[in-house]
């Protein structure tokens, strides 16, 4: 199996928090609104909105302290639990994150980003073949919108267990649905990468270095070992000459250095 490198990780972490607390109620039959909800739940809500708000700025404890007080709140939150679980997973707390997705899909076994993130902490575990089930489950989940997230961390997944043709297949299907989505494009330039389908590759990836919000470090090293492969001299040294320039302290310019193209 070829070797993946740490930019899987950076792909699925974001892939993973774009999901990260559902639409309250999204299963439900009835449109619930404001006055719906008790004052307890709405206690909980807004703790749940600070929790989220933290964990994205990498504030896990934090995070951590809110959901719980959410809980306090209000005990049977299915949104608290899957949060709860993506912050254990994010302190290497894998037995109690298992035991916070479970717990969610109890309360509500048809919430996609619940779904979703299990799927995705299954794949951190290795177990590829539940993570597959939750990512399927997801995009079968009624009113689910996520399906291009989705569809791109599981092609990743699949990559990770060395099934590249099928990571091919879903990660074409995520880019079909959402052009736009800068995660999936770069994951399927880097599988066609490894597939060996190097003139493919480059055009996915050199319409994302096109853009300068979507051009990274990333992106220009796979710019540079596809230039590589397909024996373009001046163009490996002009995209190496923008990863030293933009990004000097990145892992990719050290990796450069050192000519690790396919480490």
Same mark, same amino acid.
């Given at each position: 199996?070829?070797?993946?490198?740490?930019? =899987?990780? @950076?792909?699925?972490? &974001?892939? =993973?928090?774009?999901g990260c607390v559902g639409v309250p109620g999204g299963g439900d039959r009835e449109i619930r609104t404001e006055s719906d909800? /008790?004052?307890? +739940?709405?206690?909980?809500? @807004?703790?749940?909105?600070?929790?989220?708000?933290?964990?994205?700025?990498?504030?896990?404890?934090?995070?951590?302290?809110? @959901?719980?007080? &959410?809980?306090?709140?209000? $005990?049977?939150? $299915?949104?608290?639990?899957?949060?709860?679980?993506?912050?254990?997973? /994010?302190?290497?707390? $894998?037995?109690?994150?298992?035991? /916070?997705?479970?717990?969610?899909?109890?309360?509500?076994p048809?919430?996609?980003?619940?779904?979703?993130?299990?799927?995705?902490?299954?794949?951190?575990?290795?177990?590829?073949? +539940?993570? +597959?089930?939750q990512f399927n489950a997801a995009l079968a989940a009624p009113q689910y919108t996520g399906a291009s997230r989705t569809l791109t961390a599981h092609g990743i997944c699949l &990559?990770?267990?060395?099934? =590249? $043709?099928?990571? +091919?297949?879903?990660?074409?299907?995520?880019?079909?649905?959402?052009?736009?989505?800068?995660?999936?494009?770069?994951?399927?330039?880097?599988v066609l990468y490894q597939r060996g389908e190097y003139e493919r590759a480059r055009f996915y990836v050199r319409r994302m270095n096109a853009q300068p919000e979507q051009s990274n470090a990333q992106t220009l090293w796979l710019a540079a070992r596809i230039e590589r492969r397909l024996g373009n001299r001046p163009g490996l040294e002009d995209f190496a000459r923008q990863l030293r320039e933009r990004f000097p302290d990145s892992a990719e310019a050290r990796r450069l250095s050192l000519g690790q193209f396919d480490d």
């Open positions: 199996m070829k070797r993946i490198g740490a930019w =899987w990780m @950076v792909l699925l972490l &974001a892939a =993973w928090l774009a909800q /008790s004052s307890a +739940e709405k206690r909980a809500r @807004v703790r749940l909105e600070l929790a989220t708000a933290y964990f994205a700025r990498g504030q896990s404890t934090t995070a951590l302290d809110e @959901v719980k007080q &959410a809980l306090a709140a209000k $005990p049977d939150l $299915p949104e608290a639990y899957n949060l709860r679980g993506l912050i254990y997973a /994010s302190l290497n707390e $894998p037995n109690l994150a298992e035991q /916070s997705f479970r717990h969610a899909l109890q309360l509500n048809r919430d996609g980003d619940t779904l979703h993130n299990y799927g995705w902490f299954a794949c951190q575990q290795r177990r590829f073949d +539940e993570a +597959e089930a &990559a990770r267990a060395g099934r =590249w $043709p099928e990571a +091919e297949r879903q990660l074409a299907r995520a880019f079909e649905l959402d052009p736009g989505n800068p995660a999936a494009a770069f994951a399927y330039s880097e």
